[in-house]
């Protein structure tokens, strides 16, 4: 049972992003860090791989056109077995497509009985990519997963939807989408992040996937939102909650 | 220009966001296509109908997404719709992923507004938590795939007849269409409709604890508002998904938005940012939420709100 599951390095979101004016790409510092709703997946292959026994490994796989490891590592240290990287500078400012072929490329290679990925990442936001891979590799996708088991060889999930959820199961190989919250991820112990250091890290270029990047689409015009007016910030001394009334009487709720 | 909007069926009705595109895509001229995908209730296909679809293609509930795709990556074949446009249901993100890798077209998503001028489709989307809007043109020919972000658009009827509507073949995809429903549960959320209440009153994880969303929910029926949620306490498992307003939850416009206890992440921003009227309870003065509030109060939600709750039990007597 080989478990594949894709990691994104991202600018860390605590700082502001910039973009860059040239070629209006978002800006990564060396040191990116791992997309926190990647956690998630990280941790549902690590209690799959633990169901299945001996015979079960967990790889990371990423795509990181700038080479920074910090990320990865983060992963690592919570269990994983290795990772692969695509590192290729000509990835840089690839869409959602790009990345899919590539990432879908590289769990065929690694053959991957399941690939399992959030539902999008907190930098690009597209949302698209758990279903891109799962066409280009052919295989059924479980999506929006709030909750994941493993029954008689087949991953059955609960998906998220409008009015709740849906039991939905799908057979292996596939790739499995999970929310933020599916189950709690675990903290990388000190020996975890020791052992980190020396698990394998294999590294591959688009080219070695045969994966062409093309873009299909070109940025027009970038421009600045008009900021909402900023209105009237009190600080609560005991009567803030009158003040609240007041505006709702203003805008007549009350 | 031929358009192509994917549709649900949602509640007996088209899903709003297909109504929204709809509406949209009348300004472009040309054919209006629906494709739906559910029951196919006479009230779900006029709707489309009265929205400016003069055709429908219909597939039904139990198709999985792979199919879908591969239905619809068919009849791109012999239509060739110049766009196509989904809305940011997980079932029209798997299938706009889907048909976007199966005819190697890009998606643009979270599209904010959608422009054709001539052969040319451009796509405005909002990033940065809204602060920056980018224009972006496809440059890969046609159809062009989008998704839209919820009441991009407002959705008004036309007073379009009943459309044309027929079935959508479905081929085999083999392993890829593997997948089965078992069952299907809703957790229905109490009150108004979040998505079209006139206020919503919505608790972050400042609040503290699952227990405390009792006073979020009083305060809600206090002034005929919808609960909301961030995502942060819906990962915690205190309210159920159907109250999440945000980037992967729901969009609300509402009259007031009451935001108790919540920071204001970036994800949570675009899903509240259009509210006519923001209101916000956090303790912490630098706390992003503020820089869109219209009125913003620093001070302890446990404090504020029970204080609130009394002023309009006094105030309704």
Sequence with gaps: ?254 | MKTWVFSTEADGGASSSALEALTKARSFGGDLVAIHVGAGSEPALNELGAHGAATVLHLSADVSAAAIAAAMAAACETEQPDLIIFGMGNLDRDVAGRLSARLGKPVLANAVDVTVDGDSVRVANEILGGTTKVVTQFTEGAPAITITRPKAFPAEPNGGDAPTVSTLHVPDVGHAGDVVVLSSHAESAEGPDLEAAAVVVSGGRGLGGAEKFEMIAELAGLVGGAVGATRAVVDAGWVPYSYQVGQTGKTVKPSVYLACGISGAMQHLVGMKDSTTIIAINKDPEAPIFGVADLGIVGDVHNVVPALIEALKAHGS
């Design chain 1, 1 to 254: 049972m080989k478990i594949v599951v894709c990691v994104k390095q991202i600018p860390d979101p605590a700082s502001p992003y910039k973009l860059d004016p040239e070629n209006h790409f978002v800006v990564r510092p060396e040191d990116q860090v791992l997309d926190d709703t990647d956690r998630y997946g990280v941790e549902v292959a690590l209690q799959l791989a633990d169901e299945f026994g001996d015979e079960a490994s967990v790889t990371l796989l990423s795509m990181s056109p700038g080479g920074s490891q910090q990320g990865i590592r983060q992963a690592l240290a919570m269990g994983a077995d290795g990772a692969i990287l695509v590192e290729d500078a000509g990835l840089r400012g690839a869409d959602a497509l790009t990345t899919s072929r590539v990432l879908a490329a590289a769990a065929k290679r690694a053959a991957a009985d399941l690939v399992i990925t959030g539902t999008e990442s907190t930098d690009g936001y597209t949302g698209v990519v758990p279903q891109q891979v799962a066409e280009l590799m052919g295989v059924p996708s479980l999506t929006f997963a709030r909750k994941v088991e493993h029954v008689d060889g087949k991953v059955r999930i609960e998906r998220q939807t409008q009015a709740g959820y849906d039991v939905v199961e799908g057979s292996l190989p596939a790739v499995l989408s999970v929310t933020s919250g599916v189950v709690e991820p675990r903290y990388p112990t000190f020996k975890g992040i020791m052992a980190a250091k020396s698990k394998p890290v294999e590294t591959l270029t688009a080219a070695e996937l045969e994966v062409t990047p093309s873009s299909g689409q070109s940025i027009v015009s970038v421009e600045s939102v008009p900021a909402r007016e900023a209105g009237e910030v009190i600080e609560d001394d005991g009567e803030g909650h009158l003040k609240i009334l007041a505006k709702l009487e203003e805008v007549k709720v009350v």
